[in-house]
């Protein structure tokens, strides 16, 4: 699979680590804005295109690639699609746009939101990555779900601009993805800018109320659905397992190591996007022929 990224940021950077890696992706174009981004310099010879000048110098590329990984923000994505919708590419988004099907390995996909483009797939957001899984597992053990609340802290030093001007698309994203997963009639999304020093790990917890069923399993289903996201993000980690804290309200919390790639460990909420994008990249090639389904199309 051919591609490119959009977006030289951290998490365009840390995504870029991941998938030169990967030797099921070539990683072609790495498009920025300005000729002298430190995120363009770092991969000199190392990635075979580096634009300059955004969607513009990408367009006449297309016909040659599967895949555009963008990284930039909500906003500029939207811009961005406006190009991209009628084309055979593939777009992996890493901002809460919400434009495409919200992806989440194992649990979401096109499957659950047929009426979202199938060439946009939404990685939702950090939030979203981290409790879709356990929510997903958790919600089994309820026969009726009234309310689910997603809870997140992360070290301020890794909230950007970009996602501290997106802090409204992440409510809505992780909100969506809630429901999604867990069929909750009503979704709550909080998320903390932690300024604790020395910076603090990403943690995420899931508080879901309802008509609670036998949970004698639970243990082991949550643990499961941690099993397989540690398959792509090493340091996804239960720190405190399912517990009945009231007659219908379970909780759960989960915490987020970054690998280290690009971005320091406490990153976690970042690395945890950037896996995502990538895990769900190689699913697209492993699945039926996708990809070349979408070039001949």
């Known amino acids: 699979m051919r591609a490119a990224i959009i977006g030289t940021g951290n998490i365009g950077i840390d995504l870029a680590e991941k998938l030169l890696r990967e030797p099921r992706i070539e990683l072609a174009a ?48 939207r811009e961005h699609w406006r190009a991209l919708a009628d084309s055979h590419v593939r777009v992996i988004d890493l901002t809460p746009s919400r434009i495409g099907a919200a992806f989440v390995p194992g649990v979401l996909g096109h ?19 981290a409790s879709t899984p356990i929510a997903s597992a958790m919600s089994n053990f309820f026969t009726d779900i009234d309310y689910i609340e997603i809870s997140s802290s992360i070290a301020s030093k890794s909230a950007g601009p970009a996602t501290r001007a997106n802090l409204d698309d992440y409510i809505e994203a992780t909100e969506n993805a809630a429901r999604l997963a867990s069929g909750a009639r009503v979704a709550k999304a909080i998320l903390v800018l932690n300024p604790v020093e020395p910076p603090t790990i990403m943690r995420t917890t899931v508080h879901i109320k309802g008509r609670i069923d036998d949970i004698s399993g639970i243990d082991t289903s949550v643990r499961n659905s941690v099993d397989f996201v540690r398959g792509y993000v090493p340091g996804y980690q239960l720190l405190v397992p399912p517990t009945q804290v009231a007659d219908d309200v379970l909780t759960a919390t989960i915490g987020v190591e970054g690998a280290g790639d690009y971005l320091p460990a406490y990153a976690g909420n970042l690395d945890i996007i950037t896996a995502a994008a990538a895990r769900t990249a190689l699913d697209l090639g492993i699945v039926g022929g996708v990809i070349e389904g979408a070039r001949r199309g």
């Open 111 to 129: 499957k659950q939101q047929p009426e979202k483009p199938l060439n946009n797939l939404s990685m939702v957001t950090c939030g979203g990555q």
């Open 30 to 77: 790495f498009v920025g804005r300005r000729a002298d981004s430190p995120g363009l310099l770092r991969f000199t010879g190392r990635i075979p295109l580096l634009l300059s000048n955004g969607m513009e110098s990408l367009l006449p590329l297309l016909p040659e690639l599967d895949l555009i990984f963008d990284a930039t923000s909500a906003d500029i994505h």
